[in-house]
């Protein structure tokens, strides 16, 4: 690579891959935080509370990102998918009710609106950035639309200004599915912080992953907190105990793991910039070559959690990549509405069963589900490795191009 790390880490700088290959999650990951949290197990294993699920150190732990964010409430859970259908159920989300969501994603941008009661109304993508198309979002809004559902792909932010507007002048919720974007600002505001409610996961992938299950719901809106709090501890409000005020769930946090996290949050951002400097350098190498679409460019929304390359015959580089000892990955082999398990719900609103809004194909969604192929581009890979990624991508495309 032409520019180097900004900060000191022994799996930084040049270097042969490890084993011969090039992983694409690091199995090294945690390697410097091992004594750390061998002591933290030990230490909230053995003390005299016995506290292990939201105590002292996860309070602490959403006092820091609250802090960090400027939000007014940050509720640590138990997972990216739980803090959605938290979000989802204090804003009131339920039977009757319908939520846009885009078509290509995860499948809790689905499965969290049917376990309220209401339905995902899907729609399409932006073809560039990925992430739902406002215009195709406001084409499907009707009477019984109770909330926006844009969720950042693939390291690029939704449009949230333009989903702002949107949500303001339909009178509509907006929920932000943020959780692959810790990290990312955009025009000044942090992802998670421009609707009623966002959220991050701590799933080991993700920016800020952890060696298990976790995620956080942030919010400016000091009510919608308070009832997230409640939602997730079966209702209590965590000072009367035994006392259940709503119907709620269990989704709470560990303490070990909250503990695990205050010890690595100083070092995020420095391992933010270096994930931006690979995609960078990425997309320096790889613009403007046949075949192949890159990441919209800029820092502006980004959180470089994946690096992912549009390819016209994906399948063909993936392999390319695979001899050569690069480990790609495949994140949404399908669109929602064409997996069995949503099927029915694209089904009903396309025989008019349901109540969706205009249009129910997905030409964009479905192109990029054929297309999308994701590279390395974790903080611990070597830039001898980066640019070994980068030149075997290259050298298939130019030698495709013939």
């Given at each position: 690579?032409?520019?180097?790390?900004?900060?000191?880490?022994?799996?930084?700088?040049?270097?042969?891959?490890?084993?011969?290959?090039?992983?694409?999650?690091?199995?090294?990951?945690?390697?410097?935080?091992?004594?750390?949290?061998?002591?933290?197990?030990?230490?909230?294993?053995?003390?005299?509370?016995?506290?292990?699920?939201?105590?002292?150190?996860?309070?602490?732990?959403?006092?820091?990102l609250r802090d960090r964010l400027g939000a007014a409430d940050a509720v640590a859970c138990s997972s990216g998918t739980s803090a959605l259908h938290l979000?989802?159920?204090?804003?009131?989300?339920?039977?009757?009710?319908?939520?846009?969501?885009?078509?290509?994603?995860?499948?809790?941008?689905?499965?969290?609106?049917?376990?309220?009661?209401?339905?995902?109304?899907?729609?399409?993508?932006?073809?560039?950035?990925?992430?739902?198309?406002?215009?195709?979002?406001?084409?499907?809004?009707?009477?019984?639309?109770?909330?926006?559902?844009?969720?950042?792909?693939?390291?690029?932010?939704?449009?949230?200004?333009?989903?702002?507007?949107?949500?303001?002048?339909?009178?509509?919720?907006?929920?932000?599915?943020?959780?692959?974007?810790?990290?990312?600002?955009?025009?000044?505001?942090?992802?998670?912080?421009?609707?009623?409610?966002?959220?991050?996961?701590?799933?080991?992938?993700?920016?800020?992953?952890?060696?298990?299950?976790?995620?956080?719901?942030?919010?400016?809106?000091?009510?919608?907190?308070?009832?997230?709090?409640m939602l997730r501890n079966h209702g209590q409000d965590g000072v009367h105990r035994g006392l259940h005020h709503v119907i709620g769930v269990n989704s709470?946090?560990?303490?070990?793991?909250?503990?695990?996290?205050?010890?690595?949050?100083?070092?995020?951002?420095?391992?933010?910039?270096?994930?931006?400097?690979?995609?960078?350098?990425?997309?320096?190498?790889?613009?403007?070559?046949?075949?192949?679409?890159?990441?919209?460019?800029?820092?502006?929304?980004?959180?470089?959690?994946?690096?992912?390359?549009?390819?016209?015959?994906?399948?063909?580089?993936?392999?390319?990549?695979?001899?050569?000892?690069?480990?790609?990955?495949?994140?949404?082999?399908?669109?929602?509405?064409?997996?069995?398990?949503?099927?029915?719900?694209?089904?009903?609103?396309?025989?008019?069963?349901?109540?969706?809004?205009?249009?129910?194909?997905?030409?964009?969604?479905?192109?990029?589900?054929?297309?999308?192929?994701?590279?390395?581009?974790?903080?611990?890979?070597?830039?001898?490795?980066?640019?070994?990624?980068?030149?075997?991508?290259?050298?298939?495309?130019?030698?495709?191009?013939?």
């Amino acid at each position: 690579m032409t520019t180097t790390s900004t900060y000191e880490d022994p799996a930084v700088g040049d270097g042969p891959a490890p084993g011969g290959r090039v992983p694409f999650f690091p199995p090294d990951l945690f390697h410097e935080d091992r004594d750390a949290l061998l002591r933290l197990l030990y230490e909230i294993g053995t003390g005299e509370d016995q506290k292990f699920i939201l105590g002292d150190r996860t309070r602490r732990f959403e006092e820091a990102l609250r802090d960090r964010l400027g939000a007014a409430d940050a509720v640590a859970c138990s997972s990216g998918t739980s803090a959605l259908h938290l979000i989802l159920t204090a804003l009131g989300i339920g039977p009757g009710d319908e939520v846009v969501v885009p078509a290509l994603g995860c499948a809790p941008l689905a499965a969290a609106v049917l376990h309220t009661g209401a339905v995902p109304v899907f729609g399409d993508v932006d073809p560039r950035t990925l992430t739902l198309d406002p215009e195709d979002a406001r084409t499907r809004i009707t009477p019984r639309t109770k909330a926006l559902m844009p969720a950042h792909m693939f390291s690029v932010m939704a449009d949230m200004p333009r989903f702002t507007a949107l949500a303001a002048d339909g009178g509509l919720r907006l929920v932000e599915d943020s959780a692959v974007a810790q990290g990312a600002v955009l025009d000044g505001t942090p992802a998670g912080l421009w609707g009623d409610a966002g959220l991050y996961s701590f799933v080991q992938v993700k920016s800020f992953g952890m060696p298990g299950e976790g995620g956080v719901v942030v919010t400016r809106d000091e009510e919608a907190g308070r009832r997230v709090r409640m939602l997730r501890n079966h209702g209590q409000d965590g000072v009367h105990r035994g006392l259940h005020h709503v119907i709620g769930v269990n989704s709470r946090f560990d303490e070990i793991q909250a503990a695990f996290q205050l010890h690595r949050l100083p070092g995020l951002d420095a391992r933010l910039e270096r994930r931006a400097r690979i995609a960078a350098h990425y997309t320096e190498r790889l613009a403007g070559l046949p075949g192949l679409t890159t990441p919209p460019p800029g820092t502006d929304g980004r959180c470089y959690y994946v690096y992912t390359l549009l390819a016209d015959d994906r399948d063909a580089l993936r392999a390319h990549l695979d001899a050569e000892g690069v480990d790609t990955h495949v994140y949404y082999p399908a669109t929602l509405p064409d997996q069995a398990a949503f099927a029915p719900v694209a089904a009903s609103v396309r025989t008019g069963a349901g109540t969706g809004g205009a249009g129910t194909d997905w030409p964009h969604a479905r192109d990029a589900a054929r297309r999308q192929l994701s590279l390395p581009v974790h903080h611990r890979l070597t830039d001898a490795q980066v640019e070994h990624v980068a030149d075997t991508v290259r050298a298939h495309a130019l030698r495709a191009r013939g």
